[in-house]
């Protein structure tokens, strides 16, 4: 019933550079589109620090979170009357894949790391929480809320709906491989997505793919593995991330500490008090973090006002490889002649490796939750991917680890003071490696 | 000698998406990039408020000005051996592509008619004030600055140089048509450039076109005109900036009348007083105003506070056609009902003319400073566009205005106070026209 | 009931370049599509001689046929609960879509023109006759032919119907347009064909656009605008053109003087005679008139060797602009003095206009049996579409018509004989024009 | 000097679909397009019998030719002024990579199993023999044609030169991917062609890639990958070839055995007599085969006559998976089958295997015979590409072969004659697998 009372008069479109057009036909979807908090996603870059490295990618979680919704929109048109398919959980599908990200906050990754939240509780709140949101679920029925909830959590009963917004190839995953690929112009996130779609069919407890689609799921497999390795671990960006962590790590110890910003930090401090309510966290995002990024430039602690300017100019860290088995001398040898230069090796030397790295897109343990790829074979029965893709064989499993030594070369080259402990860090460098804009 | 001085040794790229590649060869170029001023375009969204349309459209005005620049870059190496060419303006070109957009504020054009600033005079200071950029600049010559600046303000006296980033056909539009084209995802911006770079050729005083290349440019020209009524002057876009300078109105307003702000702006404060320093002036970004909206939203001044709520949660305006010639009674007539029903028409009222409206890309009086399209005809001759082309003949000339009367439609829509004032309002409005996402 | 009977247990698809897919949910069109009729328009090109021109024009009707016939079907989902959409057309249009092409000869405007025949009779024949395409369109009923053949010619009753194959806007032009473009690689015929169907709706009599869709039209128009005068009515492709016909007249005309062909073309001869029957007809493709004018280079008569020899290498007339009303006596002077340089007028010197040229994309009086383009008004009404758009009124109406004179230069740059009347030429002609690969 | 004395007094362009536009510089490259031989590329597919299963796939080796030389042209403009690579190998390099397809026959894989020709002969005998491209050659020095096919032939002693035209990444084989994914229109075959022409490298014997441009080489490995097995291997493709085979097979073996065909295909004689001069084979095009395939449908011979049908309609072979190592018996089974059933299964029943399939793009041992990719590492050394790259090393060197059955599925299901026989035949067929249009 809920469906036909929320159908618009008159579908409403977006356009959208990666769908065409976004398609909305239901008036719960239009609302809750309309609503404080998924308006919010707007002023939350998606990928992060990523636009330092790939300056088209600008884009919003905004667009993302549309984006999922129409490809989940898409497949689940392709479902209509299959036997597998309960027409009554298409609302929920929808809601769930526009709301799956909406708890993140600005830089997510490292804001995360740095204030011990989760986005996903978050999310939760916002979706259970006197919302603006919440309202407009609650027209639906009153416990439709909590289904919301279950579905984006995986705790919802019907597995084939989590399934959609959560597997190994979900809607949003295909919504940002190609979304990051358009907006960072790289060539590598290019798939057939229509394809996919129109392959997907329901079973008990998952989505499946017909076995004709085998060769466009091997190339979106393809796709996510050098989206990941060329843009969302590229050195640059993680540079750009270990200068914004250090930086959120300084005023937090600068505030713990009493010390007395020119600027009082006011929306900030529920944050680095550990008491963030979900009015504050809502009151977050990027323009709150970017303006005290401005603003502390002309702090008095050089540390902070250094590591800001570093991040609103982009003046990154270099980097060096580093590998913790064979080197791991390297790393406190390099601490302590940072110490005899005077260069406090907290704010100025980081060890970054990729695979506890920015975003949500990837975090180790993450793909053992996730349910592999089921081929539906012309037999009617199911087969793992890699089973039958020689390609997906190769590389599934394989966990790769990067690990660089991040550092300001600059104050190193530098050798108007500290001459000789800096010659020393230097010779430890050998400086080797680089950097650039991209 | 400069060329060769800066040269680097290895040429850097830029991943874009609009040109696929963006070169820098030049270490000058390179420099001018990794500069402070240079750095705040990645702050300042190329498209203002049209992000509340078209959802893609959240670049910056950096990826611009890159690409401004690689199209003059591309030009000038199909001039290289011309004649006509001089091959030691080559990097006067390419800095004055890179600068030109340097001194644009947040949402430029709000900005400049509530404070009644100009980013061609920003632009100037920047160049040949206390800055990074002057200082890379004055590496060629004390005296190269001040040629950039007049590069750009279009007084330098080689008009060949100034007609390459200045004309109807420039680097600067012919980049953005395309480039926006790409973010907002419509089809309409697209033109042939590399057929339009390929036929240009440098004369005296102009970049002319090569006859059988007019049907690109004609391309080109009907690619302009549909970006600007189909995207740039959107009427939702424009409520979004009607709303904007409302908020920037009443800010300055409430400081004139000595109102006490829970959160002091003081960054805004040189502004409010007309003492805009450069330095100030510098400070401000996108994320300073985004982040002073939201703080507002918990201001004591109801019309602060609702107007920013508006803004950053995209509860907009809604519009009715207007025609100032046959409707004149009807805004005064409208304002009287407005103040009888309690709402301020200072605020809540507002003619909006496509004509003097956003952005840089067009301005009344501007396309008559504009050199006209020459056509370099086989025999060797130059002939006006619009004498050869029957498509551009139609359109040229055809100054097309449209005005919409903004209001917000929820203040009338609520009748449980001022009943009868606001049924004064819906009459006179008889509620035409709408609005909606895009 | 013949929808129900002829649904596919499976969705077919075809890839194309130009929709992604090409989807066949009725086992009618499945069959349809197997038929030697069909399958015969993958033996004509779409664009005749044009891939002299653009090398990547050398897709056939097949393709284009499928695309009409894919448009068609997206424009009725959208129609689908409409109150003016009568669902048991549904199989009508589609039908009529995929066939609308399927008498075209082989460089089918050269053909009609030379052998006085009507690819609309073709088609006709060809869906009545004793055909494989009439028995599997007589399992729907045995009236089922008559009326695709009525759509197809326009006479059908339901003008709706009509008006999606064949109007100013129909799922022919579409295609084509953006098929051509793509295979040629021009970037002109870009619309939003998304935008457009989406827009579409039905009414009494025709196919309307909501207002909403203008400017999407407006590009349509735009794109048809420059395809044909940069695509279709290419001076290098009419110079092919000409060529052709002067072999086909001349291979004719040698017939019927009762030449003897050492190579006797049997299947040309019921052409030659003027007694083509249904069967001798679809015998008819591309390979059999190019075998032949590979052969006929060897041929005894020195014009059609000659003839042949330039149509295979690709070796074309040139061309010089004509305009009859001022050069009246050139054309005729010309011919005397080609005669006195014995070179046959009759075969090596022709005036071609591009009002009269090849493909039935363009004719004159077409125009004006086609329905205008209606725009569905906010208010319900209908408006034409010149009327709303200052573009599309400024080009509307506007004939234009371009006339060249094409002759063999090479013949007449080799001075060894005929010197004298060859420089008469050369003076009349004055050299000037050209051509060129592209 | 040659380069100077050719150089066009202005660029010519082709419009390109994957190139956007080629560039033609020098008059000698010009000339050679122009000649008889080149032209007749037009006249032969890019793809053989893939427009069978894609029907966008109706390119000819004309375009992929020019691409080849484009690429190539762009690839030494970036090794200008390396102190690698010798200026004076450019026009050699341009000529190789315009002309190392010129030798092509019609369907040149069935065309060269079936009579024993090589198409490298061929190609050879073009360049070497009296021929206009020789004599355009032979402008530059009478020496330089026989460079030209030593190049093509991989003896030159440059193998820098040879390898930007025959390695595993040369410009042939980024080409003809890129080409054949556009006129597919599948998506696979896209990869960062500018990224990869960028950081090429000249070494003393072959073009190596810059370490930076590994994940570009990585994505055209795969994009390889995809091409082969979807596209260059697909079944329908292979059951089209199949009976192209067997026409040609049974032509050739009646014109042995003294049939007398109604049409006597004089120009495919010298082929069937196995003396096929380089005039006799310069006539050959697929025109000349459609041609004969049209008319033989005519002719008494049933086997012709069905095959001939079958493949101008597509009404072509089914097909079931084949395992020569596990059902040895059954080839041999089904054979006696056949013949009990008077079905001749010399003409009716084939085994094709992918590796000694179509085209040229790979044939057992070919790789071999190629140089491996070497990356040019940070420090100046060489490392072959899979020893830097996962996915590299997981697919390189294992070889995947696929075995189909093909017979006609038709004749088996008319049960109105030999009912027992095809019963057996179906027992052993079992009737697996299947065939569609794409």
């Known amino acids: 019933m809920a469906n036909r009372l929320t159908k618009l008069d008159e579908e409403k479109v977006f356009k959208d550079p990666v769908h065409r057009y976004i398609h909305v036909k239901d008036g719960l979807i239009w ?116 289904k919301v ?104 110890a600068l505030y713990k500490a009493g010390y007395n910003f020119e600027h009082q930090p006011l929306p900030l401090l529920p944050l680095f008090n550990g008491k963030l309510s979900l009015e504050d966290f809502l009151r977050l995002d990027e323009a709150v973090f970017l303006f005290y990024f401005q603003i502390w430039q002309q702090e008095d602690d050089a540390i902070l006002s250094d590591l800001c300017s570093r991040f609103v100019n982009r003046r990154l860290f270099k980097y060096i490889e580093f590998s913790p088995n064979t080197n791991f001398n390297l790393y406190s040898d390099l601490r302590e002649a940072f110490k005899d230069a005077d260069i406090d090796p907290e704010y100025y030397l980081s060890v970054d ?35 039958e893709s020689a390609v997906v064989e190769a590389i599934s499993g394989k966990k790769r680890t990067d690990h660089k030594l991040y550092f300001p070369k600059d104050f190193i080259t530098d050798l108007s003071i500290n001459k000789a402990a800096k010659e020393k860090i230097r010779k430890l460098l050998k400086f080797e490696g680089g950097s650039g804009h991209a």
Chains 1, 2, 3, 4 share one sequence.
């Open 31 to 146: 609302e809750l589109i309309g609503t404080a908090e998924f308006q919010r996603l707007r002023r939350i870059k998606q990928l992060g620090t990523t636009y330092l490295t790939f300056h088209g990618a600008e884009h919003s979680r905004f667009g993302h979170s549309l984006g999922v919704y129409e490809i989940t929109r898409r497949i689940i048109d392709v479902f209509d009357d299959h036997p597998h398919w309960d027409p009554d959980e298409r609302l929920l599908c929808l809601c769930s894949a526009l709301l799956h990200d909406v708890g993140h906050g600005p830089f997510s990754h490292s804001f995360e790391k740095v204030f011990d939240t989760d986005h996903e509780l978050f999310t939760r709140d916002i979706i259970l929480g006197d919302t603006e949101i919440n309202a407009v679920l609650k027209k639906v029925d009153p416990a439709f809320p909590k």
């Open 149 to 252: 909830a279950e579905v984006i959590g995986k705790t919802y009963e019907n597995k084939l709906v989590v399934s959609l917004i959560s597997s190994q190839i979900d809607a949003d995953r295909m919504d940002y491989l190609l979304r990051d690929a358009y907006f960072t112009g790289v060539s590598y996130g290019q798939f057939d997505l229509e394809r996919i779609w129109r392959v997907m069919r329901p079973r008990d407890d998952q989505v499946v793919i017909k076995h004709s689609g085998m060769h466009a799921v091997e190339d979106y497999i393809m796709s996510r593995y050098q989206m990941y390795w060329q843009v969302y671990f590229h050195p640059v960006t993680r540079s750009a991330e270990v200068i914004l962590s250090k930086i959120l790590h300084r005023a937090k």
């Open 353 to 387: 490796s990729s695979s506890d790295l920015p975003y949500d897109f990837y975090r180790p343990g993450e793909e053992e939750e996730r349910l592999p790829i089921h081929l539906l074979m012309p037999g009617g029965g199911l087969r793992e991917l890699s089973r």
